[in-house]
């Protein structure tokens, strides 16, 4: 039987950028991952047993499937995905091994084929299932050793999509088999290397399945994975050649490193963020009047334009991350402290919530403190949590009332923003305890701005520059930005920091005008809004 596949040789008339599934050279514009299949072959080549665990559309599936091809000529291959698997085919270990076997022959015929395993071993195998002669999980190690045993070339296991019907105890007896192999490889023959790939860890895995004693809860069947320490994200200049692929076709004029930089420092490199973002510049932003020419496109106000479209979809991706923070209230309690209140809380995989929101992609860490993993995650963060409060929140419906005083010819009045919110806070706010408004502040002034910017604009905070008593907000209305800093009195040499700290961001983002928010606790307190000159800079500050 001929298999009819996808030829590898880039058509460039054709290609697109892909959030769909696996990426695949032929149809679509990504980065180059033979650095990363370099990496995983050494680990292969040595018979590590490896675990790619990345939060979900973080391009496992395309690094597999491309690892299969790539390692062809020195090993023979067997490429699986257990979504082809039920719930109900997970139920039982007869019915596991028979549907398992049925997956496996399928997969490895190709290899079969190519005279790398031995036709022989597999009909057997196939048969054994048929018969209903496999009814242990046990029952398989047998087939893998003659099967490793007979093959031309070594034999490489790939099983992607691991955790996506593992909530049964027979799935950690699989593992339980193939880890027995490895324990004795020295003297029974099995596979070079298993590779798994999924977002769950192991040990998540068993807690999902049942509760566990303290001794079972930490000791994983997989804990003779190696480090799996090749870096799935894309860095700056990996976009960048990317998008340099894209030029050649197109012709757009873009900067390609300055824009592979601004669309890094949205992502982070998250792949499936970053061919979001590619995607709806390539085919949805050309359609708009305002970016019809394809100059304008590729540009800072159109990724910005871009972001704010990718916010508005109703993604899975975004969806799942709704859901897990339901499931877990802690973690989202942590994130929302982070986001919002600046709080620094140290850095460990040893605390659970910490753990998990690291293994889903939502944390990082950095100088040591938990962070969020990057910028795009922020705002979704930040739009969820304001949604949820929004129906009660007394600022929220203010900047509602408010909105249409700060709009004028298509550009927002930043002046007159503070202005009012100053006026609100103080008819609001002013008898409320300092603890509160340390804690609650910011917040406030975020849900006062976001009916305001709501549909034509994007606001995110600095990570770099978050604390519990500082915040560097960015403000993007239709390609114009606003630096505000939003801090809380601590004294006139702290607030004189506060403007030099406020000076250097806006050199950085070539502004020469900047706002700055002060929470001042102080009875003799004077609210309002001054202008302050430093050399070529003008700093409105609002006090409240």
Request: proline letters at 3%; one cysteine or more; aromatic letters at 12%.
């Amino acid at each position: 039987m001929t298999i009819r596949c996808f030829d590898t040789k880039p058509k460039e008339d054709m290609r697109s950028f892909n959030t769909e599934g696996q990426c695949i050279p032929a149809l679509h514009y990504m980065v180059k991952l033979d650095r990363r299949l370099q990496k995983v072959k050494q680990l292969i080549d040595r018979q590590n047993y490896l675990y790619i665990k990345k939060a979900r559309q973080y391009g496992k599936t395309t690094l597999l499937m491309a690892l299969r091809q790539y390692l062809q000529p020195d090993y023979a291959v067997v490429f699986l995905d257990f979504q082809g698997l039920s719930n109900a085919q997970f139920a039982s270990e007869a019915a596991f091994c028979h549907a398992f076997t049925k997956l496996f022959c399928s997969a490895a015929a190709n290899e079969a084929a190519g005279s790398c395993l031995p036709e022989t071993v597999l009909h057997a195998f196939s048969e054994a299932a048929e018969n209903g002669s496999l009814t242990a999980v046990g029952e398989l190690a047998p087939y893998f050793t003659r099967l490793c045993s007979a093959a031309s070339r070594p034999v490489v296991l790939l099983i992607d999509e691991v955790d996506s019907a593992t909530n049964n105890q027979v799935f950690l007896d699989f593992l339980s088999q193939l880890r027995m192999g490895y324990i004795n490889r020295l003297f029974t023959p099995t596979f070079q290397s298993v590779i798994l790939a999924g977002v769950y860890d192991i040990k998540n895995l068993k807690l999902k399945i049942r509760p566990e004693t303290e001794h079972d809860r930490f000791n994983s069947p997989w804990n003779i994975a190696a480090k799996f320490n090749v870096a799935m994200e894309f860095s700056a200049t990996e976009i960048a050649m990317m998008l340099e692929e894209y030029e050649a076709d197109h012709h757009t004029g873009m900067d390609t490193s300055s824009t592979a930089q601004l669309i890094f420092d949205y992502t982070a490199g998250y792949p499936y963020l970053v061919s979001a973002i590619c995607k709806l510049l390539d085919e949805d932003l050309p359609a708009q009047d305002r970016f019809q020419n394809t100059d304008s496109v590729w540009t800072e106000e159109g990724i910005s334009e871009a972001v704010k479209l990718l916010l508005k979809e109703d993604l899975p991706l975004f969806g799942s991350i709704g859901r897990q923070l339901d499931r877990f209230p802690d973690l989202k309690t942590m994130i929302r402290n982070v986001l919002f209140r600046g709080q620094q809380i140290p850095f460990s995989t040893q605390v659970e919530s910490i753990s998990m929101g690291l293994m889903f992609g939502y944390l990082k860490e950095k100088d040591g403190l938990v962070c969020i993993a990057n910028r795009i995650f922020e705002m979704m963060f930040q739009n969820q949590f304001l949604a949820e409060t929004a129906s009660g929140s007394e600022a929220y419906q203010a900047g509602l009332r408010d909105k249409n005083q700060f709009i004028r010819n298509g550009r927002l009045d930043m002046d007159r923003v503070m202005q009012k919110f100053v006026q609100f806070y103080g008819d609001v706010f002013a008898d409320k305890d300092e603890k509160y408004l340390e804690n609650f502040g910011r917040e406030i002034f975020l849900m006062y701005l976001k009916p305001i910017i709501n549909g034509c604009g994007n606001s995110y905070q600095e990570s770099t520059t978050r604390t519990m008593t500082r915040t560097d907000l960015i403000v993007d209305y239709l390609g114009e930005q606003f630096v505000i800093e939003c801090k809380i009195w601590r004294g006139q040499e702290y607030n004189k920091r506060g403007e030099e700290q406020l000076l250097e961001y806006l050199d950085f983002y070539h502004k020469n005008k900047g706002y700055l928010l002060s929470f001042h606790f102080n009875r003799k307190k004077t609210p309002g809004i001054r202008e302050i000159r430093l050399g070529d800079k003008l700093i409105v500050e609002a006090v409240v």
